[in-house]
């Protein structure tokens, strides 16, 4: 069998459709987030921070959780009383305290610093769940480390 340059030219497009046809475009697919949020159930700013996550593409379990169980729920898993909030989320080995954004969640997820997690103290106005954003007050995220030390992960300014 002779190979002409048209043959040959012909096979080379072939391979080349047919390799792209079943190549990856965007990298394997990925899973959604999974985050499990221990919450009262009659909070409301609880809700919409969850809805913001769900928004956001994440897979939200809900606990119920109030009173004294909650807080024993922080402090035995590393949240010093300082840092606490309303809710409490846990994904992939991390704490989630408060209003946290979801950006600050994929930033940590992506760093994965050896840290107990994110905490957004109080209820500030304007933090996902809490109110506009364009209203908001400014506010600090802070990184918990194991050791129960804080510091600022990152910071939002008043709008």
């Known amino acids: 069998m002779i190979l002409t ?6 096979s080379a497009a072939s391979f080349a459709a047919s390799f792209a046809a079943t190549a ?6 990925q899973a959604p987030l999974s985050i499990h949020v221990l919450k009262d159930p009659n909070c409301g700013c609880c809700t919409a921070w969850i809805g913001i ?3 956001e593409g994440f897979t939200v379990t809900t606990e119920r959780s109030f009173g004294t169980l909650l807080i024993r729920h922080k402090l035995e898993n590393g ?7 309303c ?6 080995g991390y704490m989630i305290e408060g209003h946290v954004p979801v950006a600050d969640i994929r930033r940590l997820l992506a760093e ?3 840290a107990v997690g ?4 109080g209820m500030p106005y304007g933090s996902p769940g809490m109110g506009p954003q364009d209203a908001r007050e400014a506010y600090d995220v ?3 480390g194991r050791d129960g030390s804080t510091g600022i992960f990152s910071s939002y300014d008043a709008a």
């Open 5 to 10: 340059r048209r043959a040959m030219m012909a």
């Open 24 to 29: 990856p475009t965007d990298g394997p697919a």
């Open 53 to 55: 996550l769900e928004a």
């Open 79 to 85: 949240i010093p009383p300082d840092m606490t909030s």
């Open 87 to 92: 809710h409490t989320g846990e994904i992939e």
């Open 112 to 114: 994965r610093p050896d």
């Open 118 to 121: 994110l905490a957004v103290p």
């Open 142 to 144: 802070y990184l918990i």
